[in-house]
Nanobody
Framework: QVQLVESGGGVVQVGGSLRLSCAASGRTFGDYAMAWFRQPPEKEREFVAGIDEDGDNKYVADSVKGRFTISRDNAQNMLYLQMNNLKPEDTAVYYC??????????????????WGQGTQVTVSS
């Protein structure tokens, strides 16, 4: 299986930017479709963005479209989330995830087997 470790979270002001990183180890990184989920305070986990095994296909939630960009570097076993124009409602714990296939279930938390420990992002107004 694959192990995932997120980094790059922190406190940022409204309108600012952050770049989250996820380091993968274990099985071959390029065998996995990857995604970012987030969990705002006292709310359910929600899908943010997904990317297929080769990085050719991406799917981004409407709430972050145009502001967040997902990317991956299979040579370095890394997943990224570039977050621009951050808003208070982006405050959440962000999770890096992996699953064996790129399919519509990429956006479903209960269909995603591998999770990192999460990194906190706080957007202050």
């Amino acid at each position: 299986q694959v192990q995932l470790v997120e980094s790059g979270g922190g406190v940022v002001q409204v309108g600012g930017s952050l770049r989250l990183s996820c380091a993968a180890s274990g099985r071959t990184f390029g065998d996995y479709a990857m995604a970012w989920f987030r969990q705002p305070p006292e709310k359910e986990r929600e899908f943010v963005a997904g990317i297929d095994e080769d990085g050719d296909n991406k799917y981004v939630a409407d709430s972050v479209k145009g502001r967040f960009t997902i990317s991956r570097d299979n040579a370095q076993n890394m997943l990224y989330l570039q977050m621009n124009n951050l808003k208070p409602e982006d405050t959440a714990v962000y999770y890096c995830t992996a699953k064996q296939t790129w399919d519509p279930a990429i956006s479903l938390a209960n269909k995603t087997p591998y999770w990192g420990q999460g990194t906190q992002v706080t957007v202050s107004s």
